[in-house]
């Protein structure tokens, strides 16, 4: 089981990395991606007080995605990035219902992060 624990882990981790190019405006895998982590950008800006520029709410969530996706590929610290990462999205998930946002993405991140959990766990 831990080669399937490994392989979902490793699929999350470079989905991760990836998906840190339309935090910084690159249109992968389509502009609609950017578009949509634009306005999330501006969202999180408002969220941190004004502390953070869309600009720099994007960097800051596509760092996050490469460290989360590093950290899920590389198995000792693979559990610990995976706890964190649940726990800044269902703080993420709660801020966005209560701000009328898509859950969808949330819904979608929560369950992938409970899959490898499990996994990782049987």
């Known amino acids: 089981m831990h080669s399937l624990s490994d392989l979902s ?6 989905l991760c990395i990836a998906s840190a190019l339309p935090f910084v405006g690159i249109p992968f895998p ?15 800006s408002r969220l ?15 760092l996050l995605r490469v ?8 198995q000792p610290t693979r559990t610990a990035a ?14 966005a219902y ?5 859950l969808i993405p949330q819904w979608t991140m929560l369950g992938a992060i409970g899959l490898c959990l499990f996994l990782q766990m049987v």
Do not use: E, M
Request: with cysteine.
């Open 9 to 14: 882990s490793a699929t999350f981790g470079a």
């Open 30 to 44: 389509s502009r609609d991606w950017a578009t949509y982590y634009a306005d999330k950008n501006h969202w999180v």
């Open 48 to 62: 941190s007080g004004g502390l953070l520029t869309p600009k720099q709410a994007g960097y800051a969530g596509a």
């Open 67 to 74: 460290v989360v996706g590093f950290s899920c590929i590389y």
């Open 82 to 95: 995976l706890l964190v990462n649940g726990a800044i999205l269902s703080w993420g998930t709660i801020a």
């Open 98 to 102: 209560r701000d009328g946002r898509p």
